[in-house]
């Protein structure tokens, strides 16, 4: 089975510093995507930001970026410049050949502290 | 609003009531899906609908049946519930063509089982 795997269920970081969130995952398919999804208080998911997996480059949304792995099936988060805003869950995402069906990790929890 | 719109955003029910959640998207998608948050566990998939048929149903009790009218709402009826169903259920749609959009998700029915 495909799975996604975040081993960090709870950080705190102090405003206007960078933490990273991990995320690993496993498959053996060639073409996927992956995802970070953001979860703050108000329930709403929001996706944060995407990676191609056949595309070298790392993708950066503003202060948030990844750093991809493919050989180690890593794909973490880069928060930089962290705002109170930027409290919330965060879930790492796949999916993978067809249908889009996302298979998400088990979610940290980010606490940003003034 | 993001395109997908759940109702209710919260619902307290007895073990022997029946009730259903209902979720709408405006985006043109052509899959819906139902997921159920717990505390401290992975996002559930519950059931996946494609072009209005029900691809997956991923071991979900029977007292949970799903109903796709047509590709742009999605409900889940609930009756003789149990408290440990008590959770966030959200409701997501994409389209299946394009894998690198993942997700667009509702805010989530909160649910009660009392």
């Given at each position: ?55 070298q480059q790392n993708a950066t949304e503003n202060r ?51 | ?40 566990k992975p996002l559930e998939l519950m059931f996946v ?35 440990e169903d008590s959770a966030l259920y959200l409701c ?23």
């Amino acid at each position: 089975a495909q799975t996604v795997t975040q081993s960090q269920p709870e950080m705190s970081v102090q405003e206007a510093e960078t933490v990273t969130l991990s995320c690993t995952y496993d498959t053996s398919e060639n073409n996927y995507y992956l995802f970070w999804y953001k979860q703050p208080p108000s329930r709403q998911m929001i996706l944060v930001i995407r990676q191609e997996a056949y595309k070298q480059q790392n993708a950066t949304e503003n202060r948030f970026s990844v750093n991809f792995q493919k050989a180690a099936k890593s794909f973490s988060l880069k928060i930089s410049d962290s705002q109170l805003g930027d409290t919330a869950m965060y879930f790492c995402a796949s999916n993978y050949n067809q249908g889009g069906k996302l298979i998400f990790g088990q979610g940290t929890e980010l606490s940003v502290k003034p | 609003e993001t395109g997908v719109t759940q109702t209710p955003r919260h619902l307290v029910m007895g073990m022997t009531n029946k009730k259903s959640l209902k979720c709408e998207q405006h985006l043109g998608h052509n899959a819906m899906y139902w997921y159920k948050q717990s505390a401290k566990k992975p996002l559930e998939l519950m059931f996946v609908y494609s072009l209005e048929e029900r691809v997956e149903n991923n071991s979900v009790p029977s007292r949970f049946s799903p109903e796709c009218p047509n590709s742009s709402h999605l409900f889940l009826h609930l009756h003789t519930l149990q408290p440990e169903d008590s959770a966030l259920y959200l409701c997501a749609s994409s389209q299946e063509d394009s894998l690198n959009y993942g997700y667009t998700f509702g805010s989530g029915t909160r649910l009660t089982v009392v």
